[in-house]
């Protein structure tokens, strides 16, 4: 019988399917390449792409692509064939070298700001090694980065890909300096655990706003709502099981280890959490992942939505990213052994986070950020729009007497055998800390989770942030260390570092409540930036200390960030235009008119009855006749407010006056639809209620 896991893998062109299938050399070129030992030429290129295709055609594939990641957010792909005509007329299958390392699909409609011209057509796909080729619905997708015709980059892989190499290079550096002179190379490793709601399609498909953007615009909260916490973790209702069941055939087809699922805190959101694996693999996998989730949803009736804040009134859907560093050996930077107070490596590389972190606190909102994350962050379900770190009291002891030169505790303050909840166990595993889940960057054993991140968003941009900082602190570290020649005062040195970081840099470590009104105050205190909205942090990238940080790195040029602020910026306004577009449309179409059938309807019922009319149905026409007026008013303003806002040519003035002037406007309109739907018949109003979308599951 064939076990569930048989075909783990069984898409992918992995690792092992390469060393099988290429002539010895070959592998071993394509592996130093990898590593960046090493460069590809043509012969090898030809022999790789050769196997690949014979792997391709066993498995199906029809067609290949160049799989890649524009700045639009999502994945991008143009199929072309195997098949081409020969030379006697008679069709050959044909896949070179040249194919595999190159595509040129048309950059002109792909958002570039500036970078290029829309006359300048030309973009073009390379080969990304380090991610593996794979296989979806009889394609053989190919990860590539995609860059214009000068080289400026237009995806969100290649300045990853950059930043991947800048952490390595800044962490072997330090490595080596601490003692270790055998680590050749360092890689982010990246976990990325992905929240969505799942709702029937036949409600999906009734509601407008959330087919064009993926929340509902109005909706008044449900007799029930998430106040039992029954739902979560609870057990998973039986439609659900079986699309879970799906994807994760699917997932591990493509060798993405899903490894856990739950339902989680609103009624209808779900979890999936895999395998951690190199950042880069993990960004391409999630991608995937979020794409299999929508496809398989609809396969089985359901419709899944990956928007940050999909229904008001519970929790939105986020993505924690879960980082840390690893060596060629196996080795994690942040783990902080048995003795964390003596072990300098791992405190040198914390105390580099810190200074990272409070370096660039609005760099990293930014990162974590987009329009739909606005309506989710700073509530009291999500971390707050300010950075801070929270490190568990074990290692903020440590930490502490680092910076009062004291001798630290090696050993956790609870006395052993302390902790024993279950009796007849003689071994308890316990971690040295508790969680924070209102902290935006908490750090949970041996890495840091990054909480902040929305759940439609691609992680490639936070993660190649979260790379460029840190290497930027490895760096600075280094220099003071190069040159030292002792290893024991290599190692004093080090924790003099670290207690300077922690003297210049505390002020982002927090402990405490990251929800309460209290830390809004203690966060301005300490000098920490709150930046309450998306567009307002994008100002950032033109900040000289942000561009003088990517580029010494080379991971992003002056011009390259300053194209990236603008696509944000404009991306900003259209989405929230697409928004205020369909609330009026949805007011005018589907409100209104259901507004005045009800009227109506009361109306000729009240008359009908004469004196005998009773005060409910008098009561009920004055309310709903109020409110028609209301919500007319309201719409004329923000049809006007809108229209007036379009004009601002300044995308980044535009957007602040979206946010300032436009938002408020949408929550005035969707307060009187709300009011109204509290009294609104099912006969006269057809929009399905927030009761039939995150309860028809259960």
Partial sequence: MKTPYEDFGSMVFSESEMEER???????????????????????????????????????????????????????????????????????????????????????????GGLRATFEARGYTYWDLTSPAFIRDNVLCIPTIFVSYNGEALDRKDPLLKSIKAISDASVRLVNLLGDKDVRTCHPSVGLEQEYFLIDRKYFEQRIDLRLTGRTLFGSPAPKRQELDDHYFGSIPTRVAAFMKEVNQELWKLGIYAKTEHNEVAPGQFELAPVFCDANIAVDQNQL?????????????????????????INGSGKHNNYSILTDDGQNLFSPGDKPAE????????CAFIKAVDTYPTL???????????????????????????????????????YKDKNARSENTRTKGEFNPVTNLSYVPHDNSDRNRTSPIAFTGNK?????????????????????????????????????????????????????????????????????DEWIKEAKRRGLPCVNSFIESTKILDDPKVIELFTKLDVYSKVELSANRRILEELYIKKVGIEVRTMLEMTRKEVLPAMLAQLKFCSETAASAGKFCPAYLTDLIKSISSLTDAVNLAYKDLEETYEAVDTETNPYLAGLEMYSKVNPKMEALRALIDRYETVAAREFYHLPLYEDMLFSLQ
């Fill in 448 to 516: 840091f989770e990054f909480r902040m991140l929305g759940a439609s968003m691609s992680a490639a941009f936070p993660n190649t942030v979260l790379n460029s900082i840190i290497a930027e602190s490895l760096n600075e570290i280094s220099d003071q260390l190069e040159g030292i020649k002792y290893i024991q005062d290599v190692r004093d040195k080090a924790l003099e570092i670290c207690r300077g970081i922690i003297h210049d840099h505390k002020r982002i470590l927090f402990s405490g409540d990251g929800y309460s």
């Fill in 343 to 350: 072990n300098i490596r791992f405190l040198t590389f914390i």
């Fill in 22 to 112: 290429l002539p010895r050399p070959v592998y071993q070129s394509w592996k130093r390449t990898v590593i960046n030992e090493g460069t590809l030429d043509r012969v090898t290129a030809d022999a790789i792409a050769h196997a690949m295709k014979l792997w391709a055609i066993e498995k199906g594939a029809t067609h290949f692509t160049h799989w890649f990641q524009p700045l639009t957010g999502s994945t991008a792909e143009k199929h072309d064939t195997f098949l081409e005509p020969g030379s006697n007329g008679q069709p050959i299958v044909r896949f070179s070298g040249k194919m595999l390392i190159k595509g040129e699909p048309d950059a002109s409609s792909f958002p570039s």
């Fill in 289 to 313: 992942t979020m794409d299999i989730l929508r496809k398989t949803a609809e396969k089985h009736g359901l419709a899944c939505l990956l928007h940050e804040k999909p229904f008001d009134g």
């Fill in 364 to 402: 990293l909102r930014m990162s974590a950020s987009c329009t739909g994350n606005d309506h989710r962050l700073g509530g009291n379900e999500a971390p707050p729009a300010i950075i801070s770190i929270y490190l568990g009291s074990y290692i903020d002891s440590i930490l502490y007497s680092i």
